[in-house]
């Protein structure tokens, strides 16, 4: 599972409904990204906003879903 931020792929290591947590964060404003998820031979890919952006010291991201 890979969260996409601007073709940057950073490596999620759990999921919630409204969260992701970061195997390693970096800082980034508030955006517009993607969740990329593979299982077995299955791909999704779907856009969420990242309505707090990111911060390198904290593993935790908020999600929103986008329109």
């Known amino acids: 599972m890979r969260l996409i931020v601007n073709g940057t792929p950073i490596r999620v290591t759990h999921m919630g409904p409204d969260f992701v947590l970061l195997e390693s964060p970096i800082d980034h404003p508030?955006?517009?990204a993607s969740i990329f998820l593979r299982?077995?031979?299955s791909e999704?890919?779907?856009q969420v906003r990242l309505p707090e952006g990111i911060s390198k010291?904290?593993?935790r991201v908020a999600l929103a879903l986008s329109p």
């Open 39 to 41: 299982v077995d031979d």
């Open 57 to 59: 010291d904290l593993k």
């Open 44 to 46: 999704s890919q779907w």
């Open 30 to 32: 508030p955006c517009e």
